[in-house]
């Protein structure tokens, strides 16, 4: 199944033509803390984020714990919390969207598969969550279009009267997803979702967003694990410290490494197991104490005095894009 | 179901056991009282001279040393005799039934409409956390809170009653009406100001409890993801927030009834008006042993059936812990 994946991406994954579906420009999420009670201070924990999703493709979005990635998803949607603050700009199709418009289309053009299963509500039973989705028609047919739904995931017929509680991992996850699809939305935003999953389940879980993709729809998939990604993504964008350092080809993520340019990219699949398990010196810089120029200036083994003082900027290399001065 | 008699069973046997420790509580109490039953029966008259006072005590026998007439009114009650009031001169339980049911009324009015009102004052003080309307009706609660139930009762009194002539000052029908006479409007205006009060002291918890309640839920992550699905604030509000907030909230509701039984004893006193309040405090203060220790067993058995209901109810309502039981 695995190759047979690669194979079928690799026929679709022609440069990335027409507009992107979605796009995020110099996005940044700070939120406003109190020091000591008095000072107000701005955390800045998501900076200078570029994203762009296409119709049938997947994007994962690929960052250690810490990196902020988590409340990327939410930020996107716009369901942060009142102390947060947003900047930059999202586009869906040619329209800027505004905290508004983005309000009118979540749910319906650009769904969340959140995490786990404590984004269910603990009270109601799991199909009434999951018809919720279908809009316009009789409840009876909200209820067979959900089982038939809920069939496509193998889930069966008597799960539309359990309560979120009665569902293991896996059958939470694909609850969740047969809500985004049956909500019928173009973009597609998953947060987290392998963990805890076993070979099989999360072998069906990432064969599903391909099928999702397959089927035109844009996907985010924002993970931790790089070899999930491998496997399904299309290109792959390295996040650190709150921002992409590197958007590359998922292909560049296997081998050697020498299709990637930025030297953390290169780091990130030096560390995986199936390579050389080499760990990487240092940490990465907490949301209070970014450094003025280059995020990964601490850590990296081809900085110079520049890297130091000024913030590169995103430049296409090689069909992808890098923050790095000297990446080629 | 089988878990579930269980789970009675095993109350009802505590229930027993906190009887019998109450009761002796209760008549230890009462024996250490310096409230003389005789004295406080026959007044201060000196026309009953001390011969007579001697055939009372014995006729009621509290000649007998206390253990032994503990002993005697429990093996009565264990036959079902409750014994006669002092006060009344009537057996204890018809005194009671009819205390009772007056109180039952004026104890349900407050009752329903303090859990009404309160929870959906706290929705909406938790719906709109931080804003004007929050802060008045939080501010509300708080100045209720620590605000005595009888003060209330007084302040009402002054202000409907003698100000403003709208409604009766106390008691329970309208004075020199024969009992045929009285109408159910006029019991309903009796019933109004006692029940007010007891309502709006009996608020405060419920309001707070609630608004924590909802504030915890719409922060909640199945709320932000009903908001990334586009529901509206209604629809998280229909959808989520009731569904999650009031199980608890009937909850504690029902294990209110011992504040309940409490605000209705001064208050009762303060509208002098003739419940089960107002003759516990009279079976007190005139030492009636028989009517004060019926009146524990019949409130001690009020506020437990308030606590098991809301046991039961959290056995039926909640699906995770209806599982757990039933398992």
Redesign the interface.
């Known amino acids: 199944m695995y190759t047979a994946d690669m194979e079928t991406r690799q026929k679709k994954s022609s440069p990335e033509d027409g507009m992107p579906v979605f796009q995020v420009m110099n996005f940044g999420v700070s939120f406003s803390q109190y020091e000591n009670g008095i000072n107000r201070k701005e955390l800045h924990v998501i900076t200078d984020l570029d994203i762009e999703l296409y119709e049938g493709k997947i994007l994962a979005v690929v960052g250690s714990s810490g990196s902020g990635k988590s409340l990327l998803a ?1 930020a996107i ?1 716009g ?1 942060l ?1 009142g102390n947060a603050t947003i900047y930059g700009k999202m586009f869906y199709r040619h329209e800027e969207l505004t905290r508004a418009s983005i ?1 009118r ?4 053009k650009i ?2 598969i ?1 995490q ?1 299963v ?7 039973k799991v199909g009434s969550q999951i018809s ?2 279908i809009n316009g028609v009789p409840k009876a047919e909200k209820k067979r279009r959900a089982i038939e739904m809920m069939a496509r995931y193998s889930l069966d017929p008597q799960v539309y009267d359990y ?1 979120p ?2 569902l293991s991992g896996g059958m939470a996850r694909k609850v969740l997803l047969s ?1 985004a699809l049956l ?1 019928d939305c173009e973009i597609l935003i998953a947060d987290e979702p392998t963990p805890g999953l076993d070979e099989p389940s999360l072998a069906e879980v990432l064969q599903d967003f391909r099928l999702a993709a397959d089927e035109g729809k844009a996907v985010l998939m924002i993970t931790h694990d790089i070899q999930a990604a491998v496997r399904i993504a299309d290109r792959i964008a390295v996040f650190y410290a709150g921002s992409t350092l590197e958007v590359a080809d998922a292909k560049a993520f296997s081998g050697d490494g020498s299709q990637l340019c930025h030297p953390y990219s290169k780091a990130l699949l030096q560390a995986m197991p199936q390579q050389d398990f080499l760990p990487l010196d240092g940490v990465q810089p907490m949301p209070g104490d970014l450094p003025e120029g280059c995020l990964f200036y601490e850590r990296c083994p081809i900085r110079c005095e520049d890297c130091r003082c000024s913030r590169p900027q995103s430049r296409p290399v090689r069909g992808g894009k890098v923050r790095c001065f000297y990446a080629a | 179901m089988k878990r579930i008699s269980v789970f009675i069973g095993k109350k009802l046997c505590k229930l027993l056991l906190l009887m019998l420790v109450v009761e002796v509580i209760t008549f230890a109490l009462m024996e250490a009282s310096p409230i003389d039953p005789v004295t406080a029966y026959v007044g201060a008259s000196t026309a009953i001279g001390a011969e007579q006072r001697e055939l009372i005590a014995e006729k009621w026998g509290l000649n007998q040393p206390p253990a032994s007439r503990f002993m005697s009114w429990l093996s009565n009650i264990l036959k079902g005799d409750w014994g006669d009031s002092m006060i009344y001169r009537r057996p204890v339980m018809d005194v009671i039934r009819q205390k009772f049911l007056s109180s039952l009324a004026l104890m349900a009015a407050a009752w329903l409409l303090s859990g009404i009102l309160g929870f959906f004052l706290g929705v909406l003080s938790g719906y709109k956390e931080h804003s004007i309307i929050d802060r008045l009706i939080s501010g509300y609660c708080h100045v209720l809170i620590s605000t005595p139930a009888f003060w209330l009762g007084i302040l009402f009194i002054i202000v409907f009653s003698v100000k403003l002539h709208w409604l009766p000052v106390g008691l329970s029908v309208p004075i020199g009406v024969l009992q045929s006479e009285v109408s159910f409007a006029d019991k309903v205006r009796h019933l109004i100001l006692p029940a007010l009060t007891l309502t709006f002291t009996g608020i405060a918890s419920i309001c707070l409890h609630t608004r924590e309640k909802t504030i915890e839920v719409l ?4 709320v ?8 509206s604030g209604r629809s998280i509000l229909h ?2 927030v009731y ?2 907030v009031l ?1 608890p909230a009937v909850t504690l509701q029902f294990l209110s009834f011992s504040e309940l039984f409490g605000g209705a004893v001064f208050v009762e006193q303060v509208f002098s008006y003739p419940g089960l309040g107002y003759t516990t405090v009279q079976a007190g203060l005139r030492s009636d042993m028989p009517l004060l220790m019926g009146i524990t067993v019949i409130s001690l058995i009020f506020v437990f059936s308030g606590n098991l209901i809301a046991d039961l109810l959290y056995l039926v309502i ?3 812990i209806r ?1 757990r039981r039933t398992e």
């Open positions: 939410h949607m369901i919390p309000a289309i979540r749910g319906k769904c969340l959140p786990s404590n984004y269910l509500d603990p009270l109601e919720r989705a309560y509680h009665q809500i909500s | 922060r909640s992550d199945y932000i993801y009903a908001r990334a699905r586009g529901e959808n989520h569904r999650n199980p909640d699906p995770r599982e």
